[in-house]
């Protein structure tokens, strides 16, 4: 494994242990060359898909793009690593599972959400108003409204 520090080559696992969620495998390192520590994961892929972006561009799926997208809708709401982790890990299988090689990017965007959905409603909303492309407060009213509609029944 590479150094992301000083990009040596050779690193040495120090310690391994599965996720809470045993998802993955979390391995502790020790670049050979500049000493320096860091910590790598280890996860299943069960297939190589393709996201297909609005604009006909396709990308090869990338987890860390749906991790990020999360974290920043889940910003300050108290909402546990492990949940998004298991929130991620859920949409990453539905994906694989398919059995498509080619995803649209429109249909992650919608397993994103409806995850969300169900677990924090503001970091819906959140996600939502990047995703939807919200452009007045009057979206945001609407949406919300949504929202609070479909809580209460």
Known sequence: ???????????QVKDSRP?????AIRRR????????????FERVQLREVTVVKNDGKR????RAKIEQSVSLACRKRGIG???????ISGIQRQIETLGESEIPSGKVGEMVMEGLRQLDSVAY????????????ARDFEEFASTVRDAAHD
């Open 1 to 11: 494994m590479r150094c992301p520090f000083c990009a040596h080559d050779d690193s």
């Open 19 to 23: 996720t809470e969620d045993n998802s």
């Open 29 to 40: 390192r020790q670049c050979s060359g500049c000493g320096a520590r860091f910590t790598t």
């Open 59 to 62: 990308e090869i799926f990338n």
């Open 81 to 87: 690593q492990e949940r998004l982790d298991q929130l």
């Open 125 to 136: 909303i959140r996600f939502a108003s990047v995703y939807r492309d919200f452009s007045e």
